[in-house]
């Protein structure tokens, strides 16, 4: 079965730009989460999509946004880009049945580097 | 509310010795436990998972782990280091309420020859 998939792996914008990153979960899955990580402060939960709705949101101003269509694959929007988003966006896909104890599959990442 | 506390941020062992890598939970419920490795310019890869069946996880590549609730503690062990271990590793809580994960901060494995 493939893995999660994230694409594009590597992005350069510049400040004030917007960006789109996506996201492919594992066939089956229909939770999508998207974490941030950075060396300062490490792997930050972003939101959580199940069934095209948002479930869960962290901490972010809403410049962070996203989005799950019916097969599942999840964008997330990051618009008037700021030089502390430079981060590696990581999505996980989980089955999202609900359990504490659903695991979550991480993809590869998105390298984002802004200017 | 949980969190989780990993001590050391770097930690280094030779080749064949001993890996213990510690993390320590709060929560306010009973907590399901994860470790994850990520390796460079990687995601990050299930090394183990603890969801109450029982106390001692073992995981892919020789790890494990032992959920100790008296000492609120999941520290991953391996008997012996390998080269290919050098990686990243974080300790992970699933929040009550929700359906995220709460990361510890991360602990870099190096492996000495």
């Known amino acids: 079965k493939a893995g999660v998939t994230q694409t594009p792996r590597y992005l350069i914008k510049t400040r004030g730009q917007q960006v789109t990153l996506s996201c492919s979960p594992i066939?089956?899955?229909?939770?999508v989460s998207w974490y941030q990580q950075t060396p300062g402060q490490g792997l930050q939960f972003l939101f959580e999509y199940f069934s095209e709705t948002q479930r869960n949101k962290g901490n972010f101003p809403g410049r962070f946004s996203g989005r799950q269509f019916s097969n599942s694959r999840s964008e997330m929007n990051v618009s008037t880009l700021e030089l502390g988003d430079s981060a590696l966006y990581l999505c996980?896909?989980?089955?999202?049945?609900?359990?504490?104890?659903?695991?979550?599959?991480f993809g590869p990442g998105t390298r984002l580097t802004v200017l | 509310a949980q969190s989780v506390t990993q001590l050391g941020s770097h930690v280094s062992v030779s080749e064949g010795a001993l890996v213990l890598l510690r993390c320590n939970y709060s929560s306010s419920v009973p907590p399901y436990l994860f470790w994850y490795v990520q390796y460079p310019n990687q995601g990050l890869q299930l090394l183990l998972k603890y969801t109450s069946a029982a106390t001692l996880v073992k995981g892919i590549n020789g790890f494990e782990a032992e959920f100790k609730k008296s000492e609120t503690s999941f520290h991953l062990t391996k008997p012996s280091a390998h080269m290919s271990d050098a990686a990243e590793y974080f300790c992970a809580v699933s929040a009550s309420g929700t359906y995220k994960y709460i990361f510890g901060t991360g602990t870099r494995l190096k492996v000495l020859a």
């Open positions: 996980a896909s989980s089955l999202g049945q609900g359990a504490r104890t659903d695991t979550q599959y």
């Open positions: 066939s089956g899955h229909r939770s």
